[in-house]
Nanobody
Framework: EIQLVESGGGLVQAGGSLRLSCVAS????????IGWIRQAPGKEREVVSC????????YYQDSVKGRFTISSDNAKNTVYLQMNSLKPEDTAVYYC???????????????WGQGTQVTVSS
């Protein structure tokens, strides 16, 4: 059974930092792509970042480039999202999701975690 478990969300002031973690199990981690998708209140989900485990390629939405960094730890089957210089508009539930390749279309990710809340106060 594929499982993705996120952690690391919380409340932070604007300009602060958080690191989200996504622990994966139940599949060959090296063959998958893991994305971070967020959903703000009243808005549709959007792909924020993604890492392809096959070749290490990383992708970022323009709004987070230079502020967020995605990385992975093979030994721990874990993908991280380091979020710096956080803004109130980053407030959302953040999900990690997996599939065979990265995509900007969140509907193409087949496996999902439960989500973790990130709240950035102004």
């Amino acid at each position: 059974e594929i499982q993705l478990v996120e952690s690391g969300g919380g409340l932070v002031q604007a300009g602060g930092s958080l690191r989200l973690s996504c622990v994966a199990s139940g599949f060959n981690f090296d063959d998958y792509a893991i994305g971070w998708i967020r959903q703000a209140p009243g808005k549709e989900r959007e792909v924020v970042s993604c890492i392809s485990r096959r070749d290490g390629s990383t992708y970022y939405q323009d709004s987070v480039k230079g502020r967020f960094t995605i990385s992975s730890d093979n030994a721990k089957n874990t993908v991280y999202l380091q979020m710096n210089s956080l803004k109130p508009e980053d407030t959302a539930v953040y999900y990690c999701a997996g599939d065979s390749s990265c995509s900007w279309y969140w509907t193409l990710f087949g496996a999902w975690g439960q989500g973790t809340q990130v709240t950035v106060s102004s």
